[in-house]
């Protein structure tokens, strides 16, 4: 199992480490998911964005490591991958839906709750509440998110 994915980390591509980016982290508004997600490595850059009637989470940016990763785990390429699927909101400031993992080719249940502008809590669960790991997400800036620089 590669370390970029592991079962012990389902949630590992929707988490992110670090202090909060943004200066402006007030209260959280619902459009304030949308935008450049970065992981707690800072090797997986996602973009979350509306997708017909929901919201999804594509990668938009990861380094070497990661890439190669999922490369020898599913044979793809996991820039324009998406991982986060069919997102509805479920609550203020909260959506489920469904994270793809591609090293596993598996597809869990998540929930993503807005701290504020800056952070996002991510959970993914192997079943509905069960077998559960939650993460913090900070938010990078769109530039910074897709030429990879690191904060």
């Given amino acids: 199992m590669s ?53 999804c989470g594509y990668v938009v940016w990861a380094n070497a490591e990661a890439q190669a990763d999922v490369k020898k785990g599913s044979n793809q390429g996991l820039v324009g991958m998406q991982l986060l699927r069919d997102f509805s909101a479920s609550g203020e400031n909260e959506w489920k839906g469904k994270v793809f993992v591609p090293d596993l080719n598996m597809t869990f249940s998540g929930q993503v709750r807005l701290l504020d502008r800056a952070a996002l809590r991510a959970k993914g669960c192997l079943l509905p509440n069960f077998l559960c790991k939650s993460q913090v997400w900070t938010r990078v800036e769109t530039a910074s998110a897709v030429s990879g620089r690191s904060f």
Avoid: Q
């Fill in 3 to 55: 370390r970029f994915l592991s079962m012990a980390s389902i949630v590992a591509v929707m988490s992110v480490s670090g202090p909060a980016l943004a200066a402006d982290a007030g209260p959280a508004r619902p459009g304030d998911i949308f935008g450049v997600w970065r992981n707690p490595k800072g090797s997986v850059h996602i973009e979350i964005k509306p997708c017909g009637p929901g919201t």
